[in-house]
């Protein structure tokens, strides 16, 4: 598991070319079912592409076992170092299921953008064998717009267009695009295991393999490794399998915010919070220099949320991108007072002893062990300076964050209340929008508010249950604003919101590929759209964004805090009024509450009261 | 009937015989940059300039002559006592019109958030959201009349200075035709003919009760501001307008509020890369903290605030050429520089401890100004070619590199300072993330 930590020297052995087959994790994908089934059903070029760390080299590994027939993972290795070159052909094993031989290009950014459309072109009309090509986005946009690309170009650059503007893949069944940024490490669609869930099942619930290592250890009492091991790995217990469901919540949550997790920082992260960055020779030289009650810094729902004290913040977010999101959604600092109530009393019901629950405080002036399952009281001092108090606040609140962090992975509650408890407070209306099919007095509700959000956002203090979304002239559209003239009025049965998978339209007749078949999906934005007789616009929005909307439909708008979310919001609401802005004889005003009338007439100009 | 600039309304202690803070800023700039005129008061100068001229959108001849509007009616509504009930409802029927008015009116001024009292209605402008909302400065002035002095609202230079002078010049003096042209269709474009809006019909009933020019007028200071250097900041303010003009897809407010600024923000970049110029120097980078998180940075953000204030300083005694210059001329200068650059966001704060940053309405005006109508341009671009190349603002690490700064900074601070600002972007909506490799810079809105 070291080896998966950015901090590791030996790192570079994780990449799919330098894998050992003790060390490999085949995580069976969606990308990689749907990769087989199109190569089966007639593909001739498929593209995938996607950030670095998605498994697209693996991929390419996988395929030439499954599909070609290579059943020996070394030798499919040795394939993709020496003939994954665009250029060589993989002839398929005389028992494969595969029909066709196999080109290969494992990184396109190695070639020239003119040498490489040449080749994707080349790829394209070829009829005697299939291509997989693995481009990042970067260089496939510079590929296809060189001065080299002609038709098979042309046909990539349309089918990428329509992975955005449609939710394709593929429009003939014979081009493909697996964009491999829609996949998610969290998405368990059916019955089925989470990528996440899937490999931590491979490295931490492998018992035999940690029994062989850890059994007869002289630390394994004190070890926080072992015990991550025994506080995650699923061995029929609920407790480690709600701990795992939290930290894929917490991941889906991450994704939610726009963030994209590759399988291998999936990996990464997995291995950080599982070890702490230390090792076993590590483990025993602090075990033999340290006084017992430094292990729960070491404690995997400590690990996601706080810097251990041997790596800083910045490598850590640097090395592992995924924590910085994570470290802002810390449970730990946030108060609930139920669930404060009960782990300061010792109420919470934590079994007594256990390691990561034990803190080493200076209590008067003594070093001495607390256990957190009785609470706080007693790492009570009498503090008589300053600097002691200060020295017993910063105790008390990083067992309190310990605590309420614990409590937060133990808690079997619903999705919709782990979001509540994340500080998003409308967390559940949008998981609700997402899974899509709502009744329609949901639906409803959930459309009011998001309308009133809209009008708050604008100044437009209307009320809840308005059948038209007011657009404001944008001259005016801020939430301070005393006054605004109406611009635009529309009524609410022109604005749908959708989960993104509907937004896009339905498959068509000519269309065979779809992203949500082509990845592990996950729904992560909702659309809101609005439709009027020539056009539709629209809105998406993340959690951040819906919570901000939802929450401004009470009342209050925090502008610094979602200023960047309120200004994209804004700017859409300005389009909108001015797209449907038309002269009228009467202006529409909002003021104190209401609408007023506004006549111009004569050069004279009247206000005529509220209505 | 010509326009000068009123020095003599607040009369700066000056040495005889000594030169004045508007013939040095005309001499180093190309035009009068005072900080009277600081902040959005250049960009509503260019409108005036631009609605008013007679003789059509951005003339290339010489001589023009503009006819300007003072909208006293509507701006003295808002200061109390200002305006007989006589004359209120001559225009507004009653008193419930006038309050609702008077919050309407409120809404369109011009944010001035360096005062700490409400201002005067000379101080108020109103944001050029329509064509009806433009005008120019105006002030009671005293008048001899046959039964003694009569008070009159006179229109003249308060705020504008010249800043929106010297943008209008330039704008009307490009050498490439087909930019010039598609800068004027662009400014036909935000102030429709065709359509009047529910505002722009207020606006203008208020407005025709307001003073207003009889017989257009010359301005003698946009009359100064021809003729000036062609350089690269020249270009770059043509480039960049040309670009925010063309963004049709997005709101004419978004594009109005963009120009306004792209001129105020254009004028600082402007001025730092001519002070460095006049005193021989290579080009002087402004350090910008987006991040927030390195106090190292911060400090560098900092200092670069400073070394660029006392670097105009510096240029505008050598542009004294040995005559005398007083230090309150000097400061106008100077106050120009650091009341502009708070006031388009390009700093933390207009008081205090400031240091360079880049707010909303900043990172939103360098994209629109930079990014060409329907197109994309990569961050990398973005922020090396376009925010260190041709505007001097340093961001990334490899604009850290190239101006030397990595010799006494980590660039590790600088990734992060770069990440910060993509982050932002993303959020407002204006950049788009494919991948980790590719993330590209384009105006929200834009299909």
């Known amino acids: 598991m070291n080896r998966h930590l950015p901090f590791s020297p030996s790192q570079e052995q994780i990449y799919e070319e330098y894998l050992k087959d003790s060390d490999a994790l085949d995580l069976d994908t969606q990308a990689l079912a749907y990769l087989e089934h199109v190569l089966r059903t007639g593909a001739r070029l498929v593209i995938l592409t996607g950030d670095a760390g998605h498994g697209k080299t693996h991929l390419c590994r996988r395929i030439i076992q499954r599909h070609l027939g290579y059943g020996n993972a070394s030798e499919a290795r040795e394939l993709l170092l020496t003939k994954c070159d665009g250029a060589s052909v993989i002839q398929p094993a005389p028992h494969a299921r595969a029909n066709i031989a196999l080109r290969i290009h494992k990184d396109l950014s190695e070639l020239k953008p003119e040498i490489a459309a040449e080749l994707l072109e080349n790829a394209g009309s070829d009829k005697e064998c299939a291509t997989i090509i693995c481009a990042n986005e970067g260089r496939l946009r510079a590929v296809v717009a060189s001065s080299a690309a002609r038709g098979i170009c042309n046909q990539i650059s349309s089918t990428f267009v329509a992975t955005f503007a449609r939710g394709t893949c593929s429009v003939d069944g014979s081009l493909h695009i697996i964009n491999l940024n829609f996949q998610s490490v969290v998405s368990s669609p059916g019955n089925q295991l989470s990528l996440f869930r899937r490999a931590a099942r491979q490295w931490v619930g492998n018992a035999s393999r940690w029994n062989q290592a850890c059994e007869d250890c002289s630390s394994n009492l004190q070890c926080p490794i072992l015990r991550n091991r025994v506080l995650l790995s699923n061995e029929g217990d609920p407790a480690p399998k709600t701990r795992l469901s939290r930290i894929e919540q917490l991941l889906a949550t991450v994704e939610r915010l726009g963030a994209v997790v590759t399988i291998r920082e999936m990996l990464m992260l997995l291995a950080y919070l599982t070890t702490g960055a230390l090792n ?74 256990q390691l990561d629950l034990q803190f080493r405080v200076t209590v008067n002036g003594k070093s001495k062990i607390a256990d957190g399952a009785s609470g706080i009281d007693d790492i009570a001092a009498d503090p008589t300076t300053r600097r002691d108090l200060a020295s017993e606040r910063e105790l008390v609140s990083g067992i309190v964050a310990a605590l309420r962090r614990r409590a937060f992975f133990e808690d079997a509650a619903q999705e919709s209340a782990v979001l509540r408890r994340l500080g998003f407070v409308y967390g559940e209306s949008f998981l609700e929008a997402l899974q899509g099919g709502l009744e329609p007095i949901k639906r409803i509700r959930l459309r009011a508010r998001l309308l009133a959000g809209l009008h708050m956002i ?75 007789a020539d056009r539709s616009e629209d809105l998406k929005l993340d959690l951040l964004g819906f919570e901000c909307l939802a929450r401004a439909a009470d009342g209050y708008v925090a502008e610094g805090f979602y200023a960047h979310d309120l200004r994209r919001i804004r700017n859409f609401l300005g389009r909108l009024a001015e797209q449907g802005r038309t002269e009228v004889d009467q202006i529409r005003l909002f003021m104190g509450g209401s609408m007023h009338t506004v006549s111009v007439d004569d050069g004279m100009i009247q206000v005529a009261g509220g209505t | 009937m010509t326009s000068v600039p009123s020095d003599d309304v607040a009369p700066a202690p000056n040495l005889p015989g000594a030169v004045t803070s508007t013939e040095i800023s005309r001499s180093l700039f190309g035009g009068i940059l005072d900080v009277d005129g600081a902040g959005a008061y250049p960009g509503l100068e260019l409108l005036a300039f631009v609605l008013g001229c007679e003789q059509g959108i951005l003339p290339e001849r010489d001589e023009i002559t503009i006819t300007r509007h003072a909208h006293d009616f509507a701006r003295r509504l808002l200061e109390p006592g200002t305006i007989d009930e006589k004359s209120r409802r001559e225009v507004i029927v009653d008193e419930h019109s006038e309050q609702a008015m008077k919050r309407l009116l409120k809404c369109l001024t011009l944010n001035l958030e360096n005062l700490t009292k409400e201002p005067g209605w000379e101080r108020s402008h109103f944001y050029p959201y329509t064509g009806s909302l433009v005008h120019w400065d105006a002030r009671i002035r005293k008048h001899a009349g046959a039964g003694g002095a009569i008070r009159r609202v006179q229109i003249e230079r308060r705020y504008y200075r010249g800043g929106g002078a010297l943008a209008f010049n330039v704008l009307r003096s490009d050498p490439d035709r087909g930019r010039l042209d598609s800068i004027r269709a662009g400014l036909r474009l935000l102030y429709p003919i065709d359509l009047v809006s529910p505002l722009d019909k207020l606006a203008s009933t208020l407005r025709a009760k307001g003073a207003k020019d009889s017989t257009p007028v010359t301005d003698e200071v946009e009359e100064h501001s021809r003729g000036y250097r062609e350089d690269v900041w020249s270009d770059l303010y043509r480039f960049g307008t040309a670009n925010i003009l063309g963004h049709t897809t997005l709101a004419a407010v978004t594009r109005i509020r963009a120009l306004v600024n792209w001129t105020g923000l254009w004028l600082v970049l ?4 001519r002070a460095a110029m006049s005193l021989g120097r290579g080009p002087q980078p402004l350090v910008v903290d987006c991040a927030g998180q390195h106090p190292q940075l911060r400090r560098a953000a ?120 993509a982050g932002q972007m993303s959020t407002i909506g204006l950049l788009t993330v494919y991948s980790d490799a590719t993330r590209m810079v384009r105006p929200g809105g834009a299909n």
């Not at chain 1, 404060?340 to 009393?345: E, G, P, S, T, W």
């Open chain 2, 302 to 421: 900092q200092r670069s605030l400073k070394d660029h204030l006392s670097m105009i300083e510096a240029a505008a005694k050598r542009a004294a050429s040995g005559r005398q210059v007083s230090d309150v001329q000097i400061g106008k200068i100077r106050g120009f520089f650091s009341g502009t650059a708070a006031g388009v966001r390009l700093l933390n704060a207009w008081k205090g401890r400031r240091h360079i940053t880049l707010g909303l309405d900043c990172i939103e005006t360098l994209v629109l100004a930079c990014v060409p109508p329907g197109r994309e341009v990569t961050f990398e671009d973005f922020v090396t070619g376009w925010l260190y190349d041709r505007c001097g603002l340093v961001v990334g690490r490899e604009a850290a590199a190239a101006s030397g700064l990595l010799r006494s900074l980590d660039a590790s601070i600088f990734e992060v300072n770069e990440a910060r600002l």
């Open chain 1, 458 to 532: 604008q100044g437009l203090r209307l009320s809840g249950t308005e059948t038209m979304l007011s657009l404001a002239d944008p001259a005016f559209g801020r939430a301070t604003s005393e006054a605004a003239i109406i611009a635009r009025t529309i009524p609410v049965s022109q604005i749908q919101i959708l989960p993104m998978r509907e937004a896009w339209p339905q498959k068509s007749g000519e269309e065979v590929g779809r992203i949500v078949d082509s990845v592990d999906w996950s729904e992560r934005h909702l659309v809101v759209r609005v439709t009027s």
């Open chain 1, 280 to 353: 076993c020779a590590a483990v025993h030289t602090r075990v033999e220099s340290l006084k017992p009650g430094w292990q729960h810094r070491y404690a995997f729902y400590n690990l996601l949320f706080e810097p251990p004290e041997n790596l800083s913040h910045a490598r850590l977010t640097s090395g592992i991108p995924v924590l910085g999101p994570l470290i802002d959604l810390d449970p730990g600092r946030r108060s609930i007072r139920e669930i404060d109530d009960a782990l300061l009393n010792g109420a919470e019901g934590f079994i007594e002893g």
């Open chain 2, 270 to 273: 402007m001025g730092n890369g």
